[in-house]
């Protein structure tokens, strides 16, 4: 049995099981499909906690990705800071939307990160991705319904109320 956890326990805990999907291997034609993990952990915990899981918490989140992935430096952090920035923006608008909508919504962010890591990619020469690396924001707006349940019933086992 779970014990109860403050926001940052919980929030934190579900990250680091978005770190650890990220971190798994895949086969290299399966790559190109992975979703975005720790984006859609991101953008739930913006959803349901907007006043305490915002733009910092995003761009701390996106450096320690970057450290994970080895990339830049910085750009997995602006990636998530951008998301999170919308998310918490219209955080009223996409919760009232049914599941379906939001997938729509979730998987649009994820291609704007996505585009923007290919763009920083492409721009510096490190690598070069073509358009089948968006394709992981179709896979992210598939799973994005069983992460909503799992982990909004995780939320709602775990973290004590504040008030």
Same mark, same amino acid.
């Given at each position: 049995?779970?014990?109860?956890?403050?926001?940052?326990?919980?929030? *934190?805990?579900?990250?680091?099981?978005?770190?650890?999907?990220?971190? =798994?291997?895949? @086969?290299?034609?399966?790559? =190109?499909?992975? @979703?975005?993990?720790?984006?859609?952990?991101?953008?739930?915990?913006?959803?349901?906690?907007?006043?305490?899981? *915002?733009?910092?918490?995003?761009?701390?989140? *996106?450096?320690?990705?970057?450290?994970?992935?080895?990339?830049?430096?910085?750009?997995?952090?602006?990636?998530?800071?951008?998301?999170?920035?919308?998310? =918490?923006?219209?955080?009223?608008?996409?919760?009232?939307?049914?599941?379906?909508?939001?997938?729509?919504?979730?998987?649009?962010? =994820?291609?704007?990160?996505?585009?923007?890591?290919?763009?920083?990619?492409?721009?510096?020469?490190?690598?070069?991705?073509?358009?089948?690396?968006?394709?992981?924001?179709?896979?992210?707006?598939?799973?994005?319904?069983?992460?909503?349940?799992?982990?909004?019933?995780?939320?709602?086992?775990?973290?004590?109320?504040?008030?």
């Amino acid at each position: 049995m779970i014990s109860r956890l403050n926001w940052f326990g919980a929030s *934190g805990l579900s990250l680091l099981v978005a770190f650890i999907l990220t971190a =798994v291997p895949l @086969p290299d034609w399966m790559e =190109v499909w992975r @979703p975005e993990w720790v984006v859609v952990t991101m953008v739930y915990w913006c959803l349901a906690m907007p006043e305490r899981v *915002g733009v910092f918490v995003a761009w701390g989140v *996106g450096l320690l990705l970057d450290v994970l992935q080895g990339s830049i430096l910085g750009q997995h952090a602006l990636g998530l800071a951008t998301v999170a920035y919308l998310a =918490v923006l219209y955080h009223q608008r996409i919760r009232v939307f049914p599941l379906v909508q939001q997938s729509l919504v979730v998987g649009s962010m =994820v291609f704007v990160y996505l585009g923007g890591t290919a763009l920083i990619y492409n721009l510096l020469g490190s690598r070069h991705y073509g358009l089948d690396y968006l394709l992981g924001a179709i896979t992210s707006a598939c799973i994005w319904p069983w992460v909503y349940v799992v982990l909004r019933d995780f939320r709602r086992k775990t973290v004590t109320s504040t008030r």
